[in-house]
């Protein structure tokens, strides 16, 4: 095995008409990592908070992502509980043990039956937090970990995630900036950006092919002022 | 699969008299081209991050060796594994080695062009593991025993028809003997089957679209979250990627995504879009416990540096095939392998050899259409130009063709003689013409005018009208 890694590092070195990188071609490499310069950032996501809000609200719209605002942390369950009953689906939930969805008052409505970790497949709704909004494209970007396992993105048939509004950002060059300001790269990153969908048969869409067929944001609060 | 990229010719007349087959490839304006335009149309940046994609490919071309090494630290630090193959033979033992340590009874699999390359299904069947396609199309095409027709949408030859006999034929051991005559119904009985699947599965086989070097992180977009299941449940995911899928950062990798599913599907980002990066933490209550990552080389180093080396900066959007008028007439089993349309014409003799697809680059009109609408600006035209040169000059071509591209390279190099000639021969094909104008047989020629005429010369050719000054804007 490492007699065909130094054939292909081999080859490469030697196709390019060099030999091996010297020290300071490395050095300088290294520095292009470490710098991560972003490259050219599109003008569309590059807005006051209040309509990077509006823009992740339609972009998410166009992909089929369902999207509700609201003001207060009191009336996420409610919103949580309406929607279940609008789509006649049974008042049980599966839920992050993300501690971030602590702050809602879940006890409000005693008939939402929340089952607080991971899913084996047999859940049919999940209720989650997010790491961040992107606007550009109506995107969610979700991290794994302890608390936000990331089978509670795909497995159940509905996916509620609930968002605050300062987690909305432009780009995601700021979801990466933040991300590194949070610590290591966690086991999975995933930008969700609608339901699961396929176009195999005929070309014609059809959603919830392997993952949800529904995605639904709640988005708490108001925008920021000086964002 | 045996390749039969030498039958192009036989494959191609035959995909342009089935009717069945140009029936499925009638949906690809509507489904890609249109699309692609529209979202284009949305960022007016687009031009702009062509480039530097380009520039950023460009780069990590020019110091490969360096991020295959760092993206392998990162990979280790982070408790997965890198196995370097030159060959898909290599790759393919690889993996079995890895399936059999996991004690894999079956493999669930998200598309991937390298699997495809490397055959690897059918070398986990014969070593008796079960590999499961998990992407809707490849199912489809594991069901029919075919290999993909195209690079992002594998099934567009089967018609919905087509996907509703091969479920009745496979699904009865499921207990399902309907036949489904709706997309949303056969989207479901497949969601449902392959579900269980997903969750009995030992290994998961993934693709990579980008590997970046600086955290070790393997990409991978998918529409249907096919990728994310089968690399999430399974006790082990492998990874398989050629070298040339490095990227340096998060943010070049960044600048590649928004240009991937605008070129390729003509959405704004696709639906699902993961980064990964070694295998479960400490605490984590889902993914992997073991994260393998092959990478192959299979003939690409030996291209850098050479006339092909900038086509290593493809990133399969599969926009040069859904714009190319050929693959649109013939769809992409003609070309006889797994790659089709004209990245797959350059591409292909490239891993096979000219001997076995010296025919696909001649399959070209030079409209010019992939270089146009390639996001990595790669000039698909020219390589398949320089494959014409090295079929010409390895003698891979018929005598004939070689005898008559001769005569004529030796006729334009003597003007005077082509100008007569070519006049003569305007002024015959007129009288030929008659009163009609065209003409319904050529001598020579005969192929040509089988299914359309030729408009007769009106009158002088372009360079006796050059010579005589009738230039626009000269006042004449």
């Known amino acids: ?227 | 699969m045996e390749p039969t990229s030498r039958a192009f010719k036989e494959n191609s007349r035959a995909a342009v008299n089935d009717a069945h087959l140009q029936q499925a490839l009638s949906n690809m304006r509507v489904g890609f081209v249109d699309k692609r335009g529209k979202a284009v149309g949305k960022l007016p940046e687009f031009e702009a991050l062509r480039d530097e994609g380009r520039d950023i490919k460009a780069h990590v071309l020019e110091n490969l060796d360096f991020y295959l090494e760092e993206f392998e630290a990162r990979v280790v630090e982070k408790g997965g594994r890198v196995h370097w193959c030159q060959t898909g033979a290599e790759a393919r033992e690889t993996i079995l080695t890895i399936c059999r340590e996991a004690g894999a009874k079956t493999v669930t699999k998200g598309k991937s062009m390298i699997g495809e390359e490397i055959e690897i299904n059918d070398f986990l069947e014969a070593n008796g593991i079960e590999p499961i396609e998990t992407d809707l199309g490849e199912y489809i095409i594991q069901l029919a025993g075919e290999p993909p027709s195209h690079i992002i949408a594998p099934a567009i030859h089967k018609t919905q028809d087509d996907v509703a006999d091969l479920f009745v034929e496979h699904h009865a051991p499921y207990g399902k003997t309907e036949r489904l005559n709706e997309a949303r119904a056969l989207v479901d009985e497949a969601r449902q089957i392959l579900r269980q699947k997903f969750v009995d599965a030992d290994v998961g086989i993934t693709g990579a679209n980008f590997l970046v070097a600086e955290t070790g992180s393997v990409v991978v977009v998918t529409n249907e979250g096919n990728g994310d299941l089968t690399q999430t449940l399974p006790r082990t995911h492998i990874v398989t990627a050629s070298i040339e899928k490095l990227v340096p950062t998060l943010e070049d990798t960044t600048t590649l995504l928004r240009l991937l599913a605008r070129s390729a599907t003509g959405q704004e980002f696709s639906t699902y879009t993961t980064f990964s990066t070694g295998p479960k933490r400490p605490g984590d209550l889902d993914g992997p416990e073991a994260f393998h990552v092959v990478i192959l080389d299979n003939g690409r180093s030996a291209a850098l540096g050479g006339e092909f080396h900038d086509l290593l900066r493809c990133i399969r959007c599969a926009a040069c095939l859904n714009h190319c008028p050929v693959y649109r007439a013939i769809g992409g089993h003609a070309y006889g392998w797994v790659y089709s349309g004209p990245m797959g014409a350059v591409y292909t003799p490239l891993l096979l050899g000219i001997e076995e697809a010296g025919h696909l680059p001649n399959a070209s009109s030079f409209c010019g259409r992939c270089e146009a609408v390639c996001p990595m600006r790669i000039p698909l035209p020219r390589m398949m130009r320089h494959w014409r040169e090295r079929e010409f000059e390895g003698r891979y071509s018929a005598p004939a063709v070689r005898r008559n591209l001769r005569l004529w390279a030796w006729l334009v190099r003597h003007p005077a003689l082509y100008n007569r000639m070519t006049a003569l021969a305007a002024r015959a094909l007129r009288l030929l013409a008659g009163r009609r104008g065209r003409l319904s047989r050529l001598p020579l020629a005969g192929g040509w005018t089988v299914s359309r005429d030729l408009p007769a010369p009106e009158g002088r050719s372009f360079k006796a009208l050059w010579a005589a000054d009738v230039r626009p804007g000269r006042g004449r």
């Open chain 1, 1 to 227: 095995m490492n007699d065909s890694r130094a054939a292909i590092l081999a080859t490469i070195a030697k196709r390019l008409g060099r030999g091996p990188l010297d020290e300071a071609a490395r050095k300088s490499l290294r520095a292009r990592l470490r710098g991560h310069a972003p490259g050219l950032i599109p003008a569309r996501a590059q807005l006051p908070h209040d309509e990077q809000l509006a823009l992740f609200q339609e972009q998410a719209e166009a992909v089929a992502t369902t999207v509700e605002r609201l003001d207060a942390n009191s009336d996420v369950p409610g919103a949580v509980a309406d929607y279940l009953a609008r789509h006649n689906l049974p008042s049980e939930v599966v839920m992050a043990p993300d501690p971030s969805l602590d702050g809602y008052p879940w006890g409000d409505k005693p008939t939402l039956q929340i089952r607080r970790g991971v899913t084996a497949g047999d859940d049919l709704v999940a209720v989650t937090g997010a790491f961040a909004g992107i606007a550009e494209t109506g995107s969610l970007m979700m991290l794994s970990g302890p608390d936000t396992p990331t089978t509670l993105n795909y497995l159940p048939d509905n996916h509620i995630v609930v968002l605050r509004a300062e987690q909305v950002m432009g780009t995601y060059e700021e979801g990466w900036i933040l991300l590194r300001s949070a610590g290591a790269m966690p086991r999975n990153v995933n930008f969700v950006t609608g339901p699961s969908r396929t176009a195999d048969i005929e070309q014609k869409t059809q959603l919830g092919a392997h993952g949800p067929r529904r995605l639904h944001i709640v988005i708490v609060g108001s925008a920021q002022e000086d964002k």
